[in-house]
């Protein structure tokens, strides 16, 4: 069966640095976009950031409140996504979701589209 095992997440206080994997097993990222989501308590699941494919190479998404400070990344010959987050801020508290689609290798920031999910790692920061 498909699984997404996403670890990596802990408690750290503001300015400090964290890597977040997901591990794909029964299925190859291939062609297939994926992404990062978190959710804090009593908020939704949004976007963090998405890689996609493309002939030149892949693409990279981040939602404002994240950028220059997260790098997503992956190595497809090991079916291993990183997302690696510095300075880190009380507000990225949440906990955070790898996940995978299985129809397209676009970038995309909805839910909807993607099929394949983690279990979910809790990042706690603290100021």
């Known amino acids: 069966q498909v699984r997404l095992a996403d670890s990596g997440g802990g408690s750290v206080q503001a300015g400090d640095s964290l890597r977040l994997s997901c591990t794909a097993s029964?299925?190859?990222?291939?062609?297939?976009?994926m992404g990062w989501f978190r959710q804090a308590p009593g908020e939704g699941r949004e976007i963090v950031a998405s890689i996609g494919w493309s002939r030149s190479g892949d693409i990279t998404y981040y939602t404002d409140s994240v950028k220059g400070r997260f790098t997503i990344s992956r190595d497809q010959s090991a079916n291993i996504m990183h997302l690696h987050m510095s300075d880190l801020k009380p507000e990225d508290t949440a906990v955070y979701y790898c996940?995978?689609?299985?129809?397209?290798?676009?970038?995309?920031?909805?839910?909807?589209?993607?099929?394949?999910w983690g279990q979910g790692t809790q990042v706690t920061v603290s100021s």
């Open positions: 029964g299925w190859r990222f291939t062609y297939y976009a």
């Open positions: 996940a995978g689609r299985s129809t397209s290798g676009d970038v995309a920031l909805e839910t909807r589209k993607y099929t394949y």
